[in-house]
């Protein structure tokens, strides 16, 4: 199994208060992503990121934003979270975009997160 | 731009029957098609990908899937079904020129006894 991890795995906040969802990677893949996953929508992109300090938009990036100081780390932030915001969050690693591997991602345990 | 299309959100179907999940997809360049799937509670794992080459793609736990692009579709089959395969099922497509993945919204396999 890849190694990927996500913290924390469960969390229960309130609306208004900053939340920090962590995931950490030990493969040395070059991509890593943030998705959310609700009933009847499937997998959502919200943020990815491309290498250190490179990230880009997804579908769903409003009130969400990340960061990636180092390659193994990859920081998904709700600013100040709704009751909208109330999902599962999946972290997902890739080595590449083409050749061999084409896009193949890999995914973390996933974060419940629920906002009151 | 690209897109994915799962064509039943549920299928119901009794254990060691055949099963086929469908799944089109949209896309002006070469693709990359998967099929992912989520046992409750867990990540998503992948089942198997086309990339290039033969259309007919084998992946893990006897699953299959059929590259057809006159019809854009990749359907995933399994000839017998177990109660073990009662999970949602994702079909993503991707391409070359593209870093990220578009996935349907899944389907969810229901064994019956």
């Known amino acids: 199994d890849a190694g990927i991890t996500q913290s924390p795995r469960h969390k229960v906040t309130e609306t208004g208060t900053p939340v920090t969802l962590r995931c950490h990677q030990t493969e040395n893949h070059r991509y890593m992503y943030w998705y959310r996953q609700d009933p009847g929508h499937g997998l959502r992109l919200i943020h990815y990121?491309?290498?250190?300090?490179?990230?880009d938009k997804g579908e769903v990036s409003d009130g969400y934003s990340v960061s990636r100081s180092k390659t193994e780390d990859f920081l998904l932030t709700l600013e100040s979270a709704t009751s909208s915001q109330t999902s599962v969050y999946f972290c997902?690693?890739?080595?590449?975009?083409?050749?061999?591997?084409?896009?193949?991602?890999?995914f973390g345990p996933g974060t419940r997160l629920t906002v009151l | 731009a690209q897109s994915v299309t799962q064509l039943d959100s549920q299928v119901p179907v009794f254990e060691e029957a055949p099963v086929e999940l469908r799944c089109n997809y949209s896309s002006s360049v070469s693709v990359y098609l998967f099929w992912y799937v989520q046992y409750p509670n867990q990540g998503l794992q992948l089942l198997l990908k086309?990339?290039?080459?033969?259309?007919l793609v084998k992946g893990i736990n006897g699953f299959e899937a059929e590259f057809n692009k006159s019809q854009t579709s990749f359907h995933l089959r399994k000839p017998s079904v177990h109660i073990s395969d009662t999970a949602e099922y994702f079909c993503?497509?991707?391409?070359?020129?593209?870093?990220?993945?578009?996935f349907g919204k899944g389907t969810r396999l229901h064994i019956l006894p």
């Open positions: 997902a690693i890739s080595e590449s975009i083409s050749g061999t591997l084409g896009n193949e991602q890999f």
């Open positions: 993503a497509v991707s391409d070359q020129e593209d870093d990220k993945i578009i």
């Open positions: 086309y990339l290039s080459g033969s259309t």
């Open positions: 990121s491309y290498g250190v300090k490179d990230t």
